[in-house]
């Protein structure tokens, strides 16, 4: 039961030190212009209200005893979408990547990253014999399966913006 704990705790840390070291070696912040801060800012307004939607649709089910998830999952389950929303938002108005393509291609990496790590967690519980549903209503598998369908959703969609972009300029 220790390893099974001890592990995602692992990955954690590791992440969170990898990322700070990379902050820590940035050059330069990125520069956006005026057309992709008020696009963020629309995209930052959406996932919020989506997030309120959710977590009032939430609060519903639970007093009415309809009791789909543990409330931490569903918690977690709507920040997961509501960053997915933000970012694939940012993305179609082109407010996401900046005038960096170093930059542009690390955000690619770490979406596929993430999807894969999260898939690599889903699969693992799986073979563990954990199940998406149980007694009490969805499982962690559904916060892993939710976050790699999210974030490969993502890379697959910031990968099409790009070869886009690139097409329209050699045009």
């Known amino acids: 039961m220790l390893d099974n704990v001890l592990f995602p705790i692992i ?4 992440v969170v030190l990898f990322v700070a070291i990379a902050c820590l070696f940035r050059n330069k912040k990125a ?3 005026e057309r992709q801060l008020l696009a963020r800012n629309a995209a930052y307004k959406g996932a919020f209200f989506f997030l309120i939607v959710y977590s009032f649709t939430c609060g519903l089910l639970r007093i009415f005893d309809v009791k789909w998830a543990d409330t931490s999952i569903q918690m977690f ?3 997961i ?6 970012l694939a938002i940012s993305i179609l108005k082109d407010a996401f990547f900046s005038n960096s393509q170093k930059r542009n291609m690390q955000s690619i990496i770490s979406f596929f990253s993430s999807g894969i ?3 690599m967690f889903f699969l693992s519980g799986l073979g563990k014999g954990d199940v998406l549903w149980n007694n009490s209503g969805l499982s962690i598998l559904a916060l892993y ?3 790699s369908v999210c ?3 993502l890379g697959i969609l910031a990968v099409i913006k790009i070869i886009l972009e690139k097409r ?4």
């Open 145 to 147: 399966l939710v976050s």
């Open 81 to 86: 979408i509501s960053f997915a929303l933000f």
């Open 11 to 14: 990955i954690a840390v590791v």
């Open 77 to 79: 389950l709507g920040i």
């Open 117 to 119: 790590v999260s898939v």
């Open 151 to 153: 974030f490969i959703a």
């Open 31 to 33: 520069n956006y212009d």
């Open 168 to 171: 329209g300029t050699e045009k």
